[in-house]
């Protein structure tokens, strides 16, 4: 079992940026996958991004390529995810996710692949 906290949300102004991490406790970091879900006020939980157990392959949503990165230090047992050029369509509750199962980041972009899951961090982003 592995145990998830998310720290990094806050309040930024439209065009900002964030770093948010996701430490990681519990079983061997590097044999999950990871990934990054939001989930918005009256909407439903969608992906961000995941990667890989090695972090070779990653995956991020259409929306958001080019502006978001995912990358992990297993070394640190914690996961990245960086958000620059924020608006106000990414205000939400962001969650961090490990998953057993092995794919590339395109395979992990579902939820029902993630086992394990951090409290979430809220991201404000003010227009």
């Known amino acids: 079992q592995v145990q998830l906290v998310e720290s990094g949300g806050?309040?930024?102004?439209?065009?900002?940026?964030?770093?948010l991490?996701?430490?990681?406790s519990g079983r061997?970091?590097?044999?999950?996958?990871?990934g990054w879900f939001r989930q918005a006020p009256g909407k439903e939980?969608?992906?961000?991004?995941?990667?890989s157990w090695s972090?070779?392959?990653?995956?991020?949503?259409d929306s958001l390529k080019g502006r978001f990165t995912v990358s992990r230090d297993n070394a640190k047992t914690t996961v990245y995810l960086q958000m620059n050029s924020l608006n106000s369509k990414d205000t939400a509750v962001y969650?961090?996710?490990?998953?057993v199962e092995y794919g590339s980041g395109y395979q992990l972009r579902y939820e029902?692949?993630?086992?394990?899951?951090?409290?979430?961090?809220?991201?404000?982003?003010s227009s």
């Open 55 to 61: 972090g070779g392959s990653t995956y991020y949503a």
């Open 95 to 99: 969650y961090c996710a490990a998953s």
């Open 112 to 125: 029902y692949k993630y086992a394990y899951w951090g409290q979430g961090t809220q991201v404000t982003v």
């Open 28 to 34: 061997t970091f590097s044999m999950y996958a990871m």
């Open 45 to 51: 939980r969608e992906v961000v991004a995941a990667i």
């Open 10 to 19: 806050g309040l930024v102004q439209a065009g900002g940026s964030l770093r």
């Open 21 to 24: 991490s996701c430490a990681a």
